[in-house]
């Protein structure tokens, strides 16, 4: 019988150890994040200018008046935001640390402006109500229908901002996992 068991000792395969070795690739979903987030960055741009535009327009239509001071916080949001997240997800592309702060300070200043944007939409729906008003619309409709548009526009922007807080926590981690030289 202990022949018999070290004829399979010569058979078998002897295992190793395998070592840890981190991937060089960024993980898909956070590839897929950045990509998203150059393009709602540069997004961010037309929003931006948008909201400019309504100061421009606000001087020559008073109805638009009250929205100025929220409009130009909101603009400049917009840019810092564009300012802030294009170089981050860049530098996450390019795999340097530094994306990933740059990255937080982003999911800051997103936390402050969805907030602030939202009640840009709620402060618009009483300008928009005039238009109803006058065409003789049911009013409770149209307001019930801005507040839930107000509502899907904060949900969908805080899904999205969760989305890539767990990209910059996997690029966090995948950055720990490497190894201290660099590898391109």
């Known amino acids: 019988m202990d022949e018999e068991q070290d004829d399979f000792a010569e058979v078998r395969p002897t ?42 327009v606000a001087q020559q239509q008073p109805k638009f008046q009250s929205l100025v001071g929220i409009s130009v916080a909101c603009g400049v949001l917009d840019v810092l935001l564009f300012l802030l997240g294009l170089p981050a997800a860049i530098g996450i592309l ?17 936390g402050l402006s969805i907030p602030i944007t939202a009640y840009s ?23 019930g229908a801005a507040v839930v548009g107000v509502l899907i526009g904060v949900g969908i922007r805080l899904l999205i901002l969760v989305l890539y807080i767990v990209a910059l926590v996997q690029f966090g981690k995948w950055l720990a996992a490497r190894p201290a030289e660099n590898d391109e």
């Open 15 to 56: 295992r190793r150890p395998r070592k840890a070795t981190a991937s060089k690739t960024l993980p898909v979903f956070v590839l897929v994040m950045m990509i998203l987030d150059i393009l709602f960055s540069l997004g961010r741009v037309l929003t931006a200018f948008a909201n400019f535009s309504l100061v421009l």
């Open 94 to 110: 390019m795999k340097a640390p530094w994306g990933k702060t740059l990255g937080w300070v982003a999911v800051a200043v997103t």
């Open 121 to 143: 939409g709620y402060l618009a729906i009483p300008i928009n109500m005039q238009g109803a008003i006058a065409a003789g619309a049911d009013t409770n409709v149209i307001q």
